[in-house]
């Protein structure tokens, strides 16, 4: 159905490993400032997997999460994702502006486990990137616009969105302004309107911490042990229990990790690392000193985390970083509750640190036509999920009804099994 629109935006056959049948890629030239007519474009980078049969006239766009994740990186994991509903509606992955190939702000922080964001790095990396790019247009608002302006070029009627962690801010921005360009939505590990980036997670962080310490009562002895000894900065502490609640397997080998202060050290370093091969840190930091720091004060920040094992210390990092980083003004009205009534399905883990789901029930209240799935032994990544969910949302992609969705499978996922202090 659309081989015309590929054509005419000089898309070309592609090979994507693990990806079966045709994948087209190419790129669609969006202007970096919509203000103005002869200004920089910025070429974002699109990789299509074509449906297996006859396409219908909508399609489904991933929107992933960060923010500063590049979504051609995952074709094969939504390939898979997205099987059963393929047959009738291609996959389409954007590189947001500002990741992977879309004129990347990538950003190296280093390996210290006692800063987030080196205030010297983060002048540097902004110095290197600002010939390039105007850092103030790497936001949400911008992406929102330049998904409608793929849309257009490839020729759909409407989209079928998956969003997960940031990519669902993005979802529902498209909802806000382009409903009558949305089919359906899902929605994965949810950051609703109103979610307060800075210090919401401290709180869920230590809900999920909470839940694992009931099953495993060490954990709490060993996390104490490691807190009062010094060696190890409290806020490296936090951050790395914070990574290792993310997902199932690390939930997992969480109580293993806590007790061998060898292991941690080398996570700690691990993790470091791959913030910065992972996530274009340039682009994170455009989004959320535009979008997050200015929606809590820092009182705010110090009172509501008072007791949390993370405390404000992401709040006070992002808050320095963003002094150093040239950002939009604040945009308010992201932070507006979306009130729709699109078919919108919300997914959620119990476990997950960040959003959790009290955060999906939050943004359920004003979506009038959504169902909100929690699996109970899950977390933020899609980790234990694969068999079950997958089904779920291509079953819905397929009919859009989220009363309809039969989601009994979430109650097998089994429990999750720790790994002994010992080991």
């Not at 629109?5 to 790129?27: D, M, R």
């Not at 169902?371 to 899950?378: A, E, Y």
């Amino acid at each position: 159905m659309l081989a015309a629109a590929l054509f005419a935006t000089a898309f070309t056959p592609c090979t994507i490993h693990e990806v079966t049948g045709p994948t087209q890629c190419g790129t669609i030239a969006v202007r970096e400032d919509r203000t103005r007519s002869d200004g920089r474009k910025i070429d974002l980078n699109v990789v299509v997997l074509p449906a297996t049969g006859a396409a219908e006239k909508d399609a489904i766009f991933i929107l992933q999460g960060g923010p500063g994740q590049a979504a051609t990186r995952l074709a094969d994991f939504y390939a898979s994702v997205f099987a059963g509903a393929r047959d009738r509606r291609d996959i389409v992955l954007v590189d947001q502006r500002g990741t992977g190939k879309s004129n990347p702000l990538n950003c190296d922080f280093g390996d210290r486990i006692d800063e987030l964001f080196p205030r010297d790095r983060v002048a540097a990396c902004r110095d290197a990137l600002t010939p390039n790019a105007d850092l103030k247009l790497y936001a949400t608002t911008e992406a929102v616009d330049d998904l409608e302006e793929v849309r257009r070029a490839l020729g759909y009627d409407r989209l079928d969105l998956y969003g997960t962690s940031y990519g669902s801010r993005v979802a529902f921005e498209y909802m806000r302004r382009y409903p009558q360009r949305t089919r359906s939505v899902i929605v994965k590990g949810v950051v609703p309107p109103e979610m307060r980036y800075t210090v919401d997670p401290a709180i869920d962080s230590d809900a999920s911490l909470q839940r694992v310490i009931q099953q495993v009562p060490q954990v709490r002895k060993d996390l104490d042990a490691l807190l009062s000894d010094g060696a190890v900065p409290r806020s490296a502490i936090a951050v790395a229990v914070r990574n290792l609640l993310h997902s199932t397997p690390s939930i997992q080998r969480l109580p293993a990790v806590l007790h061998n202060r060898e292991q941690l050290n080398q996570l700690m370093v691990q993790s470091r690392r791959a913030i910065s091969r992972e996530l274009s840190l340039g682009m994170y930091l455009s989004v959320t000193c535009a979008e997050d720091v200015w929606r809590v004060t820092d009182a705010e920040a110090r009172r509501e985390t008072q007791g949390t094992l993370l405390g404000d210390y992401w709040h006070r990092e992002l808050r320095a970083a963003c002094e150093e980083w040239p950002h939009a003004k604040p945009a308010r009205g992201l932070a507006r509750p979306l009130k729709s009534s699109i078919p919108t399905l919300l997914i959620s883990g119990a476990y997950d640190p960040v959003t959790p789901p009290r955060e999906a029930a939050m943004a359920a209240r004003t979506l009038s036509n959504s169902r909100h799935i929690v699996v109970t032994n899950g977390s933020h990544s899609f980790a234990g999920m694969p068999g079950c969910v997958d089904k779920i949302m291509s079953a819905f992609v397929i009919h859009p009804d989220p009363r309809g969705v039969d989601a009994s499978c979430v109650d097998r996922i089994p429990p999750l099994k720790f790994e002994q202090a010992n080991q």
